[in-house]
């Protein structure tokens, strides 16, 4: 009997330990962040920044397994702060080496859309259309170490007929109209589908520097000069006349300040919103590997947008 007794009292702790754990889990994993997100202060600024990093793409879809800007979330953004009568002015704080030209219009239009000032900072990079969408704001403040500029235009992808016929493997091709498998990683391109390809290539790099030169103010002739696709650091940028000042955040608050006598600075970020369940998910899982996916599928994955800029 004392016995069991015993046995029913090793029991009755052990559930006792089992839910008081679950109670401590449930307060640091669930009530906690719920509450600060509920009840969170939330800081009305009086400057708008609105965070652009990564590859830029009209979804935000992920690009070679790398993080991605969605042009949509961009605008709606650049939306709601020029509609908000707190915000003073807009600063596009950009780390991207670029995007899809699609994605890059969206932006740049709602910029020029826009009534209020909107003032880009380039940190460590913002080369290829980040500089485009860089160059149609109204001001540009760049690390002099940053990367910007690359003004060019580029198609590219693995090729792997070549190993295919290596190891015995074929391609049989099944199309409706001969341009429908132009791109495929099966098979080289034809001289024909070459040309065609690096004619709409041209075409897209010199409405780039036509628009660089117009948003700059540069000539044709100049920008064309710089548009080689090579990078350029933020100090040669501004000998170039492709940023307008060279410094970090506190440059850009002091021109905030001289230009558009905006004191005590405070900012709204504008950003995607982790809603509950991605914060439970990135707490429990943050440190795990992305399982199940070769680096073959990863440079098989094929983008939306044919062209990057």
């Not at 969206?106 to 485009?132: C, F, H, Q």
């Not at 792997?160 to 099966?186: C, H, N, Q």
């Not at 850009?252 to 900012?267: A, M, N, V």
Request: with cysteine; net charge negative; aromatic share 8%.
């Amino acid at each position: 009997m004392k016995k069991k007794v015993e046995g029913q009292q090793g029991c009755s702790r052990t559930k006792t330990i089992i839910l008081t754990t679950i109670i401590t889990l449930l307060m640091i994993f669930v009530i906690f962040p719920l509450i600060l997100l509920i009840f969170g202060e939330e800081k009305i600024g009086n400057v708008a920044l609105i965070p652009i990093t990564g590859v830029i793409t009209t979804d935000g879809s992920s690009y070679l397994g790398s993080g991605t800007t969605s042009s949509a979330d961009i605008v709606s953004y650049l939306e709601e702060a020029n509609n908000q009568d707190n915000i003073k002015a807009i600063v596009l704080e950009i780390n991207s080496p670029g995007g899809t030209p699609v994605a890059t219009e969206e932006i740049t239009g709602a910029i020029n859309r826009i009534d209020k000032p909107v003032i880009a900072l380039i940190r460590e990079m913002g080369a290829s259309s980040a500089y485009w969408i860089a160059s149609s704001t109204d001001h540009i403040v760049a690390s002099r170490m940053s990367i910007t500029g690359s003004i060019g235009v580029i198609s590219s992808y693995l090729e792997f007929s070549g190993l295919m016929e290596k190891y015995g493997i074929g391609y049989e091709r099944l199309v409706a109209g001969d341009s429908k498998d132009v791109g495929t990683p099966f098979r080289k391109l034809t001289t024909k589908e070459t040309e065609k390809i690096q004619e709409r290539l041209d075409r897209l790099h010199n409405i780039f520097i036509n628009e660089v030169a117009e948003n700059r103010q540069l000539s044709i002739d100049k920008v064309k000069k710089l548009a080689d696709g090579d990078v350029l650091l933020g100090e040669e940028a501004l000998e170039a006349g492709l940023v307008d000042q060279l410094g970090d955040k506190v440059v850009l608050e002091s021109y905030l300040k001289s230009e558009y006598d905006i004191e005590d600075i405070t900012y709204s970020t504008y950003q995607k919103e982790t809603s509950f369940f991605e914060l439970i998910s990135g707490m429990t899982s943050q440190w795990s590997f992305k399982m199940g996916e070769g680096i073959g599928a990863i440079f098989l994955e094929k983008s939306k947008e044919p062209f990057l800029i």
